[in-house]
């Protein structure tokens, strides 16, 4: 099946793990960093990964990028293999640090991936302003990464994820370094930028209180071997606004997750 057929089949899952374990140096001095993940995520959903330090979030969301192989069980992207995904440009990743190159402007960032796929010149400069746009990030194409605040720099850098119109983002503590005022603003930001375009979006955290504002759904996980506690759905609306966080509902799923990574670590 190709990405296309799998595609129009909306009953394909976004990401699907099944049985899931990775031990890293299996012969040398093995660190078993997951353990039997299962876990099925639909087209559109917003679903955190919250767990300790070393639990192996990064691990879980580098196997669904193919940056990671499985030692057992199955994976499959849009339907296909991570491989096969990762080919079809299926998603794009943000990682904790920027990233930018301080040589290039904002555009030649954003538009970086677009000419390394060999995109015309006219056609890459074309989305990679449609795309920093999306970010409110109009009339800072010709600064320097150098130039712009750590929250507009990440901003850049889910700019360019953009860039191939992936239906999923996977972003692993993309606003971890930041001040919390500009986390707020940009936690604000990403949850109307997934109101808006509903991509698929996974993204690792170790914030309660991210986790729960961004998210349709919560994965809580334990220690090291990584396994999956608890799965959260939230019950708040789609639409939300920070000052949500006051309100009982919030709390409570604040709570649920709290309760459940203190169970992960009794455990
Ligand atoms: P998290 O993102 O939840 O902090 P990671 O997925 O980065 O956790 O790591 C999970 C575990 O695997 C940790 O104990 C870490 O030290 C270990 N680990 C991560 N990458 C490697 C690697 N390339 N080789 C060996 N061990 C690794
Ligand atoms: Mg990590």
């Known amino acids: 099946m190709t990405v296309a057929e799998s595609d129009s089949n909306s009953g394909t899952l976004a990401v699907d793990v099944r049985k899931a374990s ?6 040398e001095a093995p660190v ?8 099925a995520i639909r087209p559109g959903e917003f679903v955190s990964l919250i767990g300790p330090s070393g639990c192996g979030k990064t691990t879980l969301l580098r196997v669904i990028a193919d940056l990671e192989h499985i030692t057992s069980g199955e994976v499959l992207v849009n339907g296909v293999s991570p491989q096969d995904a990762r080919l079809a440009r299926a998603y794009g990743y943000v990682f904790q640090a920027p990233g930018l190159f301080p040589w290039r402007t904002v555009l ?6 677009l000419q390394i ?23 800072f194409e010709s600064k320097y990464p150098w130039q ?34 500009t986390r707020d603003r940009l936690n604000e930001q ?7 375009e509903r991509r698929t979006v996974v993204f690792v955290t170790h914030s309660i209180a991210e986790a729960v504002y961004l998210s349709s759904r919560i994965v809580v996980m334990s220690p090291r071997p990584g396994r999956i506690v608890k799965v959260i759905a939230s019950p708040l609306p789609d639409e939300r606004t920070l000052d949500m966080r006051d309100s009982a ?19």
Not at 108 to 113: D, E, I
């Open 148 to 181: 712009l605040s750590g929250g507009m720099q990440q901003r850049v850098s889910i700019a360019r994820a953009l860039s191939f119109e992936p239906r999923i983002l996977m972003m692993d503590e993309p606003f971890g370094a930041l001040d919390e005022i």
């Open 190 to 196: 990403l949850q109307q930028l997934w109101q808006r």
């Open 22 to 27: 990775l031990i890293y140096n299996p012969h």
């Open 108 to 113: 030649g960032n954003v538009k970086l991936p």
């Open 117 to 139: 796929h060999g995109r015309s010149a006219a056609e890459c400069d074309a989305i990679a302003r449609e795309q920093l746009t999306r970010v409110g990030l109009t009339g």
């Open 32 to 39: 078993h960093a997951l353990s039997d993940i299962d876990l």
């Open 249 to 267: 509902a919030f709390v409570n799923v604040a709570h649920e997750v709290r309760e459940a990574l203190a169970h992960g670590h009794d455990e």
